[in-house]
């Protein structure tokens, strides 16, 4: 750590393990709903459930965002952050404004639209929050003494999500025009403009922990995210198939769908590729692990369970099934939810001093959490396929069908417990590691290869 | 060997032209959804349906055009399959219709309300969807009653949800294949005026048909043979 303020970085990523706890426990709430035991309906019902589940991962993943542009912009840029202030009164506001989302999703209060529950107004609050934050970095990434390709990806990545926000709150009374706009937020954010962010910090990592050349890592970075853009953009249309759209967009959304794989194939392959290059050994190996776990966790899930069901034809029968649950959780977590405990993993030791990366627990988080996701996603997947077929193609009652396939919650209510493990165990270390302490070093860390001579301080700019 | 500069212009001409692209795409979009959408047919009563599913989260256990939760029916096209009468007594009181089943949430809508839900199902059953949901594709083909009586309209929209025929249907009660063997005319008619008058601690509902109905769905059990 060179500067100050990037130790405020921490605080972002303790509300992270905090509203990732709360998530999972919801998750298990509509896990235990699905086997017929929904105890809680009274007081908790499915659909507040789901609401808290979903807008907590939202929640969580923009945190761990911004707490990574907050350590990684003062570094890339080698100044201190303009207004720490605004960004600790930032991050309280934006809990505020979450928490009191939430208990309003269980007083019935909300906007009811998948990923968008939140209400009106607090949309407002949350468009104001996010451009404290926006001009807080660009402020400083303006002021900096250094431009790279990594905090200009970064930057304009966060800066894209906020403005893609707005769509999202355009009044209409079609249900067909409402969905068309909210396609713009949530899909151009996880296959768009989030892709951006992952490229970033992944391409900071990859520097910090590799000490492959700069300039080679931010060459490749930009063909990854032009093959996302390429495909993603037009992608989109592979939610415009059923909604009362054209048919046009069968073409269109299933070719250029299709080929959004390649982004994140290209994402793995630049991943594996740097750290074998690299050669040398940074220290805190498991940093390394998380990051390269999820360049490899997102094409699975992303890339290849996306593409599973993206063409039209599958998708015909697939759509709104347990199928596109599957291929949610796998590839929220493999895209996002890795990138922000890699940032997590690489930061930690360096906001704390104390260096839990070759404990057992550490260890033990990373394999727990990603077996016991696989397992989920194979859970999900059985239930789904046989829902598919049963409902969608054998035409059975939907609710006969939820029976039939009950058991396979079951396996799912294993799986995630077995997740829980792995992501106690992190949020253990995270705990143990204690409060941020330690000191700024004018030359940076030690143990970063890039801080070493002559990798990092090469190329100055873009 | 690509450098880092053509490399940015990859990035930067591929997506602006996609922009652009995608803008034009939603242009033309915006200009035909009123058509495919039959906008015209969205009436005061329609737009009151949909504030009511947003702002009560339906979307939350539903799915609605496929989007939503995977807990609760698809409702795209429940009007064409339950009727306007069986909607509104799930809009009343869901446990009546499927008592000790996965729970709906109980709302307290007046019957303007209701209506108006009603409304906004009739018309999200109207949009053209390019085909879905789709006809399962290996579903059995209901098999003709036998003596020929037709199948009344509101045997489709209500019994099935709870009764199956030839496989199809819901589980709620019992299947009525063979009905007319266990059952004749006279007790088929006091049931379904008023199934707890006949069995006190009966799970089916007394649904208040009117007598035409009871007539038409009398001839038809009884033909279950
Ligand atoms: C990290 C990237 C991705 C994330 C986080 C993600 C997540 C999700 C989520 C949460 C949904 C459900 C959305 C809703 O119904 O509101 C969804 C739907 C979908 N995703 Fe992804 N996805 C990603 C990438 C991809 C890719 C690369 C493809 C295609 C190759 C893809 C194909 C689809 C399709 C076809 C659906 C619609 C499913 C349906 O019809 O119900 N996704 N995705
Ligand atoms: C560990 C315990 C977890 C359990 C038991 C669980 C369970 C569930 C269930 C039952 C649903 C609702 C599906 C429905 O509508 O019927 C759901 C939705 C969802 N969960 Fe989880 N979940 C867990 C963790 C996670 C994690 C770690 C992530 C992200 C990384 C995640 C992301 C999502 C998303 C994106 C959805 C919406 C999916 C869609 O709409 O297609 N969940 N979860
Ligand atoms: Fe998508």
Redo the contacts with the bound molecule.
């Keep these: 750590m060179r500067y100050e303020s990037q130790r405020i970085a921490w605080w972002f990523f303790a509300t992270c393990m905090l509203l990732f706890g709360l998530q999972i426990v919801y998750g298990f709430i509509m896990a235990f709903a699905h086997t017929g035991h929904d105890g809680l309906h009274a007081f908790i019902p499915f659909h507040a459930a789901r609401a808290t589940h979903?807008n907590l991962l939202v929640m969580w993943l923009l945190c761990g965002f911004m707490g990574s542009a907050y350590f990684i912009i003062p570094e890339e840029c080698e100044t201190e952050l303009v207004w720490p202030w605004l960004a600790k009164l930032q991050l309280a506001a934006l809990v505020a404004v979450g928490v009191t989302a939430i208990i309003g999703f269980h007083f019935n209060w909300w906007e009811g639209r998948?990923?968008l529950e939140i209400p009106r107004p607090l949309d407002y609050l949350v468009v104001i929050d996010v451009l404290a934050f926006i001009a807080n970095i660009g402020m400083t990434v303006w002021r900096g003494r250094r431009l790279t390709t990594t905090s200009m990806v970064l930057f304009f990545g966060l800066l894209m999500a906020a403005l893609l926000y707005l769509p999202g709150m355009i009044p209409t009374n079609n249900q067909t025009i409402d969905s068309y706009w909210?396609?713009w937020v949530?899909?151009l954010w996880?296959?768009g403009v989030?892709?951006l962010i992952?490229g970033g910090i992944l391409a900071f990592l990859l520097i910090k922990l590799t000490g492959v050349d700069r300039e080679v890592i931010e060459k490749w970075l930009y063909v990854i995210v032009g093959f996302t853009f390429l495909?993603?953009i037009l992608?989109t249309g592979?939610?415009y198939?059923?909604i009362g759209t054209p048919r046009y967009w069968l073409v269109v959304?299933g070719v250029f769908?299709?080929?959004?794989?390649v982004?994140?194939l290209g994402m793995a392959i630049y991943a594996i590729s740097m750290a074998r290059r690299g050669g040398r050994n940074h220290p805190n190996r498991v940093a390394l692990q998380w990051s390269i776990g999820c360049a490899v966790m997102?094409f699975v899930?992303?890339?290849f369970?996306?593409?599973?069901?993206?063409l039209p034809q599958v998708?015909l029968y697939?759509?709104?099934?347990l199928?596109?649950?599957m291929?949610?959780?796998m590839?929220?977590w493999?895209?996002?939810a890795m990138l922000v405990l890699a940032m997590i993993a690489y930061t930690l030791p360096l906001l704390t001093g104390r260096n839990l990366y070759d404990s057992t627990a550490s260890v033990f988080a990373f394999w727990t959490a990603n077996i016991g996701m696989i397992a989920m996603t194979l859970a999900f997947a059985v239930a789904g396929i046989t829902q598919v077929v049963l409902e969608r193609r054998l035409g059975m009652d939907f609710l006969q069908v939820q029976t039939e396939i009950q058991v396979h919650f079951w396996g799912l209510i294993l799986a995630a417990s077995l997740f829980t493990l792995g992501i106690l165990a992190f949020i253990w270390v995270f705990i143990r590691s204690g409060w941020p302490v330690a000191r700024v070093s004018a030359k940076g860390d030690a143990s970063d290869v890039s801080a070493l001579p002559l990798a990092d301080q090469a190329v100055q700019g873009a | 060997m690509l450098s880092k500069s053509q490399a940015r212009t990859f990035f930067i001409s591929g997506t602006l032209a996609c922009a652009v692209a995608f803008v034009g795409l939603t242009l033309d979009t915006f200009r035909r959804i009123p058509a495919q959408t039959r906008a015209a047919a969205i009436t005061p009563d329609v737009a009151r349906g949909k504030e009511l599913w947003d702002h009560n989260n339906c979307m939350g256990c539903h799915s609605l055009f496929?989007?939503?939760a995977y807990y609760a029916p698809e409702l795209t096209k429940v009007y064409e399959r339950r009727g306007e009468s069986f909607i509104r007594g799930m809009l009343t009181d869901p446990e009546a219709m499927f008592k000790g089943q996965r729970k709906m949430q109980k709302y307290a809508f007046s019957e303007p309300d209701k209506a108006a839900l009603v409304a906004f199902f009739r018309w999200t059953g109207q949009v053209d969807l390019n085909g879905f949901p789709a006809k399962p594709p290996l579903a059995r083909q209901a098999t003709p009653s036998r003596r020929d009586v037709p199948q009344p309209q509101i045997f489709g929209q209500l019994c099935i949800v709870c009764h199956s025929l030839a496989g199809q249907g819901g589980n709620v009660g019992p299947a009525l294949d063979g009905v007319g063997n266990r059952r004749d005319a006279e007790y088929l008619r006091r049931w379904l005026r008023d199934p707890p008058a006949v069995k006190p601690d009966t799970r089916m509902p007394k649904l208040g048909l009117p007598d035409s109905q009871i007539d038409e769905l009398v001839a038809f059990l009884e033909a279950q043979r």
């Design positions: 979903t998948k990923f909210r396609w949530v899909h996880v296959e989030w892709e992952m495909s993603g992608g592979h939610h198939y059923w959304g769908s299709a080929l959004e794989p982004a994140f997102s899930g992303a890339g369970l996306g593409f599973a069901h993206t998708n697939t759509h709104g099934t199928i596109t649950a291929h949610g959780h590839a929220f493999g895209a996002y | 496929g989007e939503g």
